[in-house]
Structure formats: C-alpha cells, structure tokens
C-alpha cells in the first residue's frame, strides 16, 4: 500500500484520522469521502488505483468514525460536518501542492461531496458519486425517528441503529460479507445528533442545480437495496451538466469494491478522474 497514516487537526481541534496516497509524480488531487458505516480502510483498492494512476489521495475518516475515537459516531451538525471537508481539502492542498481537486463520495460520503460543493464549489474540479445516498431507499422506521426527533432537543449524543445491518445489502461476496459484519471499526449505531445533521443536508441538495456545471460522473449498482436509483437519476439528469457520465453495473449491489464487476468499477473511476484533468 502506498499511503502513509496522518492525523489532520479538524477547525475545531478534533484530531482526525487519515490516509494519504501519494507515488511519484502526481498529476492531480483527490479528496476520498466514506459511507456512514465504513472508514477508509474499506476503500484501499480504489484508492490505491487512484495513486497508481498519478493522483494524490486523501482519504479522512469521518470524526467519530474509523480509527477516530473521540466522540464516537457524532457530529454536531452539518455545518461542522461540511467545516471539516474544506480543512481536509486544504491539508490536501498544503501536502499536495495543488490547488484544485477531485472529490469522490461513496454512499453517504456521496452527501458530504454534494454538500460540500454546493457550499464552496472553489476548486472542485469534478465529482465522483459512487452510489451516492441522496436519496435513501432504507432508513429509520416513524416510531424510531420519533424518538430521534426528541433526543435532538435533549440528548443529541444519544445513540441509535443504523438501519444497515446485513452485509449482503452491500455485497453477494461472501469474503467481503464476513469482513463487513466482523469489522469492529464498522458504525453499528450513530447519535441523534449526527442523525440531525444528516438530515439537514436533504435541503442543500436542490441548491446543486444553481451550481456551476463540472464534470459529474453518478455510478450505480444494479441491485441496489440501500438507496433510490430512480430519484437519483432523475435528480441527475435534471441537473442538465453537459459532462455527466453515467455508469452502470448491472450485476452488483452496493458496495461496488467488493463485487465482481470491481475490475471495471476501478477502471470507469480512474478513467474519468483523469479525464478532468486532461
């Protein structure tokens, strides 16, 4: 693996943990955001085909997730959420040296990408949304959303399920299954705080419309079981970016890494990566 483990001081002190990528050369940069559950470590073949490829990765877990143990699966609210990618962006730059990037999100890290365009677009030289979860096909049930809604106003660090509990939405690979359900990294729950926060980004995601258009390139999973592929699409295609690239994978689910169709996952990845920096 070509990375090297670093700790980035987030705006508020928080000490996070990330990875960063870098071979020899580079041509570009590219800022790596993860899923609700995951961390980093679930992305090394993507990131690793990244670098490989010329590009300096830097791959953050989310405060509270990962290796970041402090405030466990907290956050305080989307802002500081969307605070803590642009001073990712900018260790990015200082290490890197560059001044524009790339920025791929994967499932819920599909969010922040989009949020955190929407809020300062300086930079961005194109997004990579791996299926991106805009728009959610599973979530809390009423009587638990309920009970979420209140702790928001009394206890926002109470914590609750994450409504992903079997591996197999993400994968049919049995290898990968058994990884997924044995990782003691993975998120099994997250606070009502966090809950909150993710929350209030569903009201951002209509502002992409009044956005520049940059390079856009939507990846989606065939049996998909996590998120809405129809509603993504179609919020996609409304946004009308001349350079948007659409790929499917007709035989996989969620987790596109860890399925057999991965080969080409990476390939579409690094192609258009690299294609926003020709």
């Known amino acids: 693996m070509s990375y090297k483990e670093i700790t980035v001081p987030l705006p508020d002190g928080y000490p996070c943990y990330a990875r960063y990528w ?38 953050p877990d989310r405060r509270g997730c990962g290796r970041n143990r402090k405030d466990r699966a907290h956050a305080e609210s989307a802002e500081q959420l969307i ?3 642009r001073c990712l962006r900018d260790e990015l730059f200082r290490r890197s040296g560059f001044a524009a990037y790339h920025v791929v999100g994967v499932s819920w890290g599909g969010r922040l990408a989009v949020a955190g365009y929407i809020d300062d677009p300086a930079g961005v030289q194109g997004l990579s949304l791996i299926t991106p979860g805009l728009f959610p096909l599973v979530g809390v049930s009423k009587e638990m959303a309920a009970k979420i809604g ?17 591996p197999e939405l993400f994968t049919s690979d049995p290898k990968w299954q058994r990884v997924i359900e044995t990782d003691e990294l993975t998120l099994r729950q997250a606070t009502a705080g966090f809950y909150l926060a993710s929350r209030r980004m569903d009201k951002m995601f209509p502002k992409l419309r009044h956005q ?44 596109l890494e860890f399925e057999s169709e991965s080969p080409r996952f990476l390939d579409e990845l690094v192609s258009f990566v690299q294609s926003t920096h020709e």
Not at 150 to 157: G, N, S, T, V
Not at 219 to 248: C, K, Y
């Open 22 to 59: 870098r071979g020899p050369q580079p041509r570009g940069a590219v800022l790596y955001h993860h899923g609700i559950q995951s961390h980093c470590g679930w992305y090394e073949a993507s990131a690793q085909a990244l670098c490989d490829a010329g590009f300096v990765v830097m791959q």
């Open 83 to 85: 605070a803590d990618a």
């Open 150 to 166: 209140f702790a928001m106003l009394y206890e926002r660090e109470k914590m609750f399920d994450i409504p992903l509990s079997s």
């Open 212 to 255: 520049a258009p940059i390079p856009l390139h939507l990846m989606m999973a065939g049996h998909e079981g996590i998120v809405d592929n129809d509603r993504t699409l179609e919020f996609t295609q409304s946004l009308d970016w001349p350079e948007t690239r659409i790929s499917r994978f007709s035989e996989s689910r969620h987790g």
